[in-house]
């Protein structure tokens, strides 16, 4: 619905990650790690610390950030205040795309990377773009991205495009926000949803029946509000940040997918380090993981419990297992969609995918059975 000059002004924007960009940030990001890749000289308090760079796709307080600062705190703390990571949110040094070239040429030692935008260079990928690959089981789906084979299989392919794939997190379930109540494909017969640009995943809501339409994420509030769009995805710490759920009514629980994003750096940097800093990096980014999936449940829970008890009409729709099936049936044709965008290597990581949720079941069932309390 169009709105008078003087009713747009009224609209409320979003929250959004999206800040500075462009070319004049990549090149400030440039100098700016040819000024600060190394230590300088310090003042009558000795030598100033060795600075590392880590650049986020979120914003200050997301999940990303608690990670990246939880990594520059370690660090700190493990060389005695030698090395400082200087942590870098959304927008200050350009785009997400902006990001994986930067940590590519050596200016970012590290920086996070998304499927959603990773995958136009490392098309492998966006297997994590995929529906229903993973557990119900948030615990399970935690194990099966940390899995070494895993890692292993998609090392080669960030490799090639300039990138040392450290770590793969898990930051929680993607979450439909919707006008009217969707449990079925029926339901989303000409939903006019926003998601990401990949072609992955417009193909997944056409299967749904939707109508997929691509937005700049900071116009999302506004596209609702107008109802140029009827729904919207992300997880529901964005959903909140982002206040999508105050021009939507329904928040549904699907389960298609994780939200998922990897922590890359630059080899050279990474090569050059002594061997002791090397295993201290490694060392540090391993913890990462299980922390990264304490904040994520911390951060979804309290953010649904702000927006519910903001605005208490909000319907919270979490769909049974027959229902999810009926979503999971459309879903299967588009792996083979991906399979013949990334090919022979894109399909070894799908099933590397498949193999390593089946492994993190058992053994998450093998320790449940030995102490049926964990549970």
């Known amino acids: 619905m169009a709105g008078t000059s003087g009713e747009r002004a009224a609209i409320r924007p979003p929250r959004p990650r999206n800040g500075a960009r462009g070319f004049l940030a990549?090149?400030?990001?440039?100098?700016?790690?040819?000024?600060?890749?190394?230590?300088g000289e310090g003042g009558d308090d000795g030598p100033s610390p060795e600075v590392w760079r880590f650049a986020i796709e979120e914003t200050a307080g997301s999940v990303q950030d608690e990670v990246a600062r939880e990594f520059a705190r370690r660090v700190a703390e493990r060389t005695g205040g030698a090395i400082e990571v200087k942590v870098y949110p959304y927008g200050t040094l350009g785009t997400s795309d902006d990001l994986a070239e930067q940590a590519a040429m050596g200016s970012l030692q590290f920086a996070m990377a998304s499927p959603g935008h990773l995958g136009k260079v490392?098309?492998?990928?966006?297997?994590?773009?995929?529906?229903?690959?993973?557990?119900?089981?948030?615990?399970?789906?935690?194990?099966?991205l940390?899995?070494?084979?895993l890692i292993a299989r998609l090392e080669p392919h960030y490799e090639e495009r300039g990138l040392r794939l450290l770590s793969i997190l898990f930051e929680g379930w993607m979450v439909w926000t919707t006008r009217e109540e969707v449990r079925r494909p029926a339901d989303f017969e000409g939903v006019k949803i926003?998601?990401?640009?990949s072609p992955l995943l417009l193909e997944a809501y056409r299967a749904y029946g939707a109508s997929p339409q691509s937005m700049p994420y900071a116009e999302v509030y506004s596209g609702l509000q107008l109802h140029m769009i009827d729904a919207q995805v992300n997880p529901v710490f964005a959903i909140e940040e982002m206040s999508f759920y105050e021009v939507t009514s329904h928040l549904v629980f699907a389960k298609p997918a994780p939200f998922v994003t990897t922590v890359v750096a630059h080899p050279a940097?990474?090569?050059?380090?002594?061997?002791?800093?090397?295993?201290?990096?490694?060392?540090?980014?391993?913890?990462?993981?299980?922390?990264?999936?304490?904040?994520?449940?911390e951060f979804n829970?309290?953010?649904?419990?702000?927006?519910?008890?903001?605005k208490p009409e909000l319907r919270v729709v979490e769909l049974t297992e027959a229902e999810r099936d009926a979503f999971r049936e459309r879903s299967v044709p588009v792996r083979?969609?991906?399979?013949e965008m990334a090919g022979a290597s894109g399909r070894a990581v799908l099933d590397e995918v498949l193999a390593a949720v089946r492994r993190a079941e058992r053994a998450v069932a093998a320790e449940a059975a030995e102490d049926p309390e964990s549970k």
């Open 336 to 339: 083979d969609s991906f399979v």
């Open 26 to 39: 990549v090149v400030v990001a440039a100098l700016t790690g040819l000024l600060t890749g190394c230590g």
């Open 194 to 197: 926003r998601t990401m640009t």
């Open 301 to 310: 829970r309290e953010r649904l419990d702000e927006m519910l008890e903001r």
């Open 146 to 149: 940390s899995d070494p084979a």
């Open 122 to 144: 490392v098309p492998e990928v966006q297997v994590f773009l995929l529906h229903f690959l993973f557990s119900d089981d948030d615990e399970v789906n935690r194990r099966a």
């Open 269 to 297: 940097f990474l090569d050059g380090l002594s061997e002791e800093r090397r295993a201290m990096v490694r060392e540090v980014v391993a913890e990462l993981g299980p922390f990264a999936f304490e904040v994520q449940r």
